[in-house]
């Protein structure tokens, strides 16, 4: 195997089967300790999960500590493999552009350094790209926190719960100026 894109893309799909395999094992045992879990509180703690069936505890329990970012790194590979050869090929095609545009000289050929500066890091931005999006959605498209997701399906109004802690002083201090409050006057 002499192409070094084929012997990368080969290991590319690898590494995103390895990701996926790793996602799926991991979600079997969670929804195991879910279930345990689940057991365990209905013995000791059953207030807790008062109202909440076993299916949408264990659910909720998985959303919730499922390892979603091999699913979107494998997507990420899978992705950069896909879009490099259009890529290569609208690079090429813009590099002559480029070329022809500025009339540049025989230095600008491709095998030359500026052709392979061009395509080295451009290519490198298309499979960063992929990245970007791939992380985009993990974040965009991230579950409610377990005990959020608990509390709402025990029919608690989570919109309302306050969480009390302490401001920090700097805090204290800007939420006065932002009031529009008069600062104390130091003597």
Known sequence: MTD?????AILAVLAATGLLV???VSTARLRED???????RLKDRAHIIEGVSEAVFVKIYVDGYAPRWTVYAA???????VITPFAVMALLAFWDWIV???SASDVFAPGYYP???YMFFALVGAWAFCGFVAARFHHQRA????????MRARGEPIDDVVIKRARPKWARRARVIADGAPKKEEE
Not at 4 to 8: A, G, I, R, V
Not at 34 to 40: D, K, M, N, S, V
């Open 22 to 24: 790793r996602w799926f």
């Open 75 to 81: 997507l990420a590979l899978i992705s950069a493999i």
């Open 34 to 40: 879910a279930r345990l879990e689940y057991a365990e």
């Open 4 to 8: 070094p894109f084929l012997f990368t």
């Open 115 to 117: 052709w392979m500066f």
């Open 100 to 102: 022809a545009y500025v």
């Open 143 to 150: 579950p409610e926190g377990f005990n959020a997701a608990l």
